[in-house]
């Protein structure tokens, strides 16, 4: 019972939850997902850059940024984090409006070979 009993702890200290289903409203409220996010930057150069993987670039971007606050990022737009965590949201929010579109952008710009 013991061991069953610290087996239990061990699952619960690992249990994830939902921060939210929607990160890219946390950086911009209009923003249905980072797609969009992404690109409106581009505005209308959209065609210069190769979206899909400056998505792709962002997602890890944010990752590096939101993981050691205890947030992990989903393509979809889901992050979690570990159920009970005490979770920074305005630092959360702040580091993901941090991240550099526009470098992510250039780095993805079809028209530099």
């Given at each position: 019972e013991a061991r069953a009993s610290r087996l239990a702890e061990r699952l619960k200290i690992m249990t994830s939850t939902t921060y939210t289903d929607s990160f890219a409203s946390i950086i911009d409220k209009t923003a249905p997902d980072f797609r969009y996010i992404i690109a409106t930057a581009a505005g209308d150069f959209a065609d210069d850059f190769d979206i899909d993987q400056?998505?792709?670039?962002?997602?890890?971007?944010?990752?590096?940024?939101?993981?050691?606050?205890?947030?992990?990022?989903?393509?979809?737009?889901?992050?979690?984090?570990?159920?009970?965590?005490?979770i920074d949201r305005e630092a959360v929010a702040q580091a993901a409006r941090d991240v550099d579109i526009d470098g992510i952008l250039q780095r993805n710009d079809?028209?530099?070979a």
């Open positions: 400056a998505v792709a670039d962002y997602v890890d971007e944010l990752n590096k940024a939101v993981r050691p606050l205890g947030v992990d990022v989903t393509a979809s737009g889901v992050a979690t984090c570990e159920a009970g965590a005490d079809k028209t530099k």
